[in-house]
């Protein structure tokens, strides 16, 4: 079964969705193979960085709001064994981080990429934005950090993202992380891992009776 993945690098929910879906997918005895699809919470620019407390604070109301925020999705991260610094952490403009997953996809990396672009970005205070810190971030998951850079100061995946951008539009995808099973049905949010069992052994079983 495919399981795509729409999410944000940015997004907190979708660290704590990828983190319980591979909980899920521990106990699943079934065959899956896991993509990771582009969405941008805001395709806006960052010219430069900016603490993302008063990014969230601008658009929610005031960083108290933003702070409440932050606090909430904290508590339910630890639960799984995630760890958030949210007054590190930097607003960032994902297009380039979601082009170097694509690439990594490509040399069997994906996984480790989304995984570490996470961890720089809610935990290590790295901006996602900057091409050279998301080369050094290729460079921690094994892959060639020189060829990275060069790979992200080109136009490669530039067309192929933007198109899947679009895709997740066409699909009415608003919020994130949202899980489509064998491109048929579709889990929205960060559900907890018993819920991700659910739907995709009812996914498996829909897809064994043809229903």
Known sequence: MEI????????????LGKRRLERALASYDGAVTV????????????????????ALGAKFGGRERARQMADQVTRAAAGDGIEFD????????????????????????AAETVEA??????RDGVDIGSRPALATIAGEVG??????????????????????????????????PTFVLAGRYAVSGAQDSSALLAALTEAQRHLATGA
């Not at 795509?4 to 660290?15: G, H, M, R, T």
């Not at 672009?117 to 809610?122: C, E, Q, S, T, Y």
């Not at 060829?147 to 198109?163: I, K, N, P, Y």
Request: aromatic residues 10%.
């Open 35 to 54: 993509s990771y699809r582009p969405f941008q919470l805001d395709p806006a620019p960052v010219p430069e960085p900016l603490p993302l407390l008063d």
């Open 143 to 176: 892959l060639d950090a020189a060829a990275a850079h060069t790979f992200l100061d080109s136009d490669g995946q530039v067309a192929e993202v933007r198109a899947r951008l679009a895709t997740a539009r066409e699909l009415g995808i608003t919020s994130v």
């Open 86 to 109: 949210f007054d590190r952490a930097l607003a960032a403009n994902t297009f380039d981080a979601h082009r170097l997953v694509a690439w990594a996809a490509e040399r069997d990396r």
């Open 4 to 15: 795509e993945i729409y999410s944000d690098l940015v997004c907190p929910w979708c660290y």
């Open 117 to 122: 672009l996470h961890r720089a970005h809610f």
